[in-house]
């Protein structure tokens, strides 16, 4: 087998919970292995509920947190390993984050093409003003924005689909080979979802991008993806190619999470609190077997 582009093994990621009396842990990650093959770029989806551990894998995947139990490793490098500026930037190049809010990525007294210039500049290697404007346009143009629509522009002169979009140029400057992308759609107008997650399909064509997708959103994520995890409360409860488990989910919390997406919640939400029989079943119904 040829090295992975990630490694999950065992990993963990556990809270304290509670004031100074009866504090519990609590696992927000529950033993979590999965990997990813480096031999062909793919959409590798994590989908799941709002506070099923998704967003805690994401920051320990880019090596924000550290996990409790188990390791990680990138390219067979373990993240744990990783020490001092030099080594911090090689992995920061080749693993790029995009966040679900991009209002809140932004700091809104800055313009938005500085920090494409200061993603050159840092990652780069480009230092001329020249280079540097050619540099973020080259970027820009990959998502379908150029320099001219977003030159002196501050966040909020920008749409949230633009601006995630200009957000996925600075990701991909310095050429990374993985993107995490948590929650990217979830803020951006229902009708330029589906462009975005377009966008993530073009990177690994062309530019051959391993992508993390992480949405609770089934939609989106039976369009795109090669690749799925199905996730609640911590733990992985399916995987596998995303059309084999999506049309024929196996697991009662998947299959529960499909039906809740089809007829959707009239409150609009579709958080899982129903007590239906399927969901009493996913409660009570032991891990499904991890096939990773
Ligand atoms: P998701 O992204 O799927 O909504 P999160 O990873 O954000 O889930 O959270 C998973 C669980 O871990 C939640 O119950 C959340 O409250 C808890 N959690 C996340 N981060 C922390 C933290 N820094 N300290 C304590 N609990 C946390
Ligand atoms: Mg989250």
């Given at each position: 087998?040829?090295?992975?582009?990630?490694?999950?093994?065992?990993?963990?990621?556990?809270?304290?919970?509670?004031?100074?009396?009866?504090?519990?842990?609590?696992?927000?990650?529950?033993?979590?292995?999965?990997?990813?093959?480096?031999?062909?770029?793919?959409?590798?989806?994590?989908?799941?509920?709002?506070?099923?551990g998704k967003t805690t894998l994401a920051r320990m995947i880019l090596n924000m947190v550290k996990p409790t139990v188990g390791a990680i490793s990138f390219k067979g490098?373990?993240?744990?390993?990783?020490?001092?500026?030099?080594?911090?930037?090689?992995?920061?190049?080749?693993?790029?984050?995009?966040?679900?809010?991009?209002?809140?990525?932004?700091?809104?007294?800055?313009?938005?093409?500085?920090?494409?210039?200061?993603?050159?500049?840092?990652?780069?290697?480009?230092?001329?003003?020249?280079?540097?404007?050619?540099?973020?346009?080259?970027?820009?143009?990959?998502?379908?924005?150029?320099?001219?629509?977003?030159?002196?522009?501050?966040?909020?002169?920008?749409?949230?689909?633009?601006?995630?979009?200009?957000?996925?140029?600075?990701?991909?400057?310095?050429?990374?080979?993985?993107?995490?992308?948590?929650?990217?759609?979830?803020?951006?107008?229902?009708?330029?979802?589906?462009?975005?997650?377009?966008?993530?399909?073009?990177?690994?064509?062309?530019?051959?991008?391993?992508?993390?997708?992480?949405?609770?959103?089934?939609?989106?994520?039976?369009?795109?993806?090669?690749?799925?995890?199905?996730?609640?409360?911590?733990?992985?409860?399916?995987?596998?190619?995303?059309?084999?488990?999506?049309?024929?989910?196996?697991?009662?919390?998947?299959?529960?999470?499909?039906?809740?997406?089809?007829?959707?919640?009239?409150?609009?939400?579709?958080?899982?609190?129903?007590?239906?029989?399927?969901?009493?079943?996913?409660?009570?119904?032991?891990?499904?077997?991890?096939?990773?």
């Open positions: 087998m040829t090295t992975p582009l990630l490694h999950l093994d065992g990993v963990s990621k556990l809270y304290r919970r509670g004031g100074l009396l009866g504090r519990e842990e609590f696992r927000a990650v529950d033993n979590v292995s999965f990997h990813i093959e480096d031999n062909e770029p793919q959409v590798f989806t994590i989908i799941g509920e709002s506070g099923s490098q373990d993240l744990a390993s990783i020490r001092g500026e030099t080594a911090r930037r090689r992995f920061m190049k080749e693993v790029q984050p995009i966040f679900q809010n991009p209002f809140e990525a932004f700091n809104p007294l800055k313009r938005v093409d500085r920090y494409l210039y200061m993603t050159a500049k840092n990652f780069a290697d480009v230092h001329s003003p020249a280079q540097l404007e050619a540099a973020a346009d080259a970027a820009l143009n990959k998502v379908g924005l150029s320099i001219g629509e977003v030159r002196g522009r501050f966040p909020h002169e920008l749409s949230g689909g633009q601006l995630q979009r200009v957000a996925i140029a600075r990701a991909l400057i310095p050429g990374p080979s993985m993107i995490v992308a948590d929650e990217p759609v979830s803020m951006v107008d229902a009708s330029l979802r589906m462009s975005i997650v377009n966008l993530f399909r073009a990177l690994r064509d062309d530019l051959k991008v391993s992508i993390i997708y992480i949405t609770h959103d089934l939609a989106t994520a039976y369009y795109v993806s090669d690749r799925i995890i199905i996730m609640r409360k911590g733990e992985i409860v399916e995987s596998g190619p995303a059309r084999l488990i999506l049309e024929n989910p196996q697991h009662p919390y998947s299959q529960l999470l499909k039906s809740a997406v089809l007829s959707p919640d009239p409150r609009g939400q579709g958080v899982l609190t129903g007590d239906s029989a399927a969901s009493q079943q996913a409660r009570a119904s032991p891990r499904a077997q991890i096939v990773s």
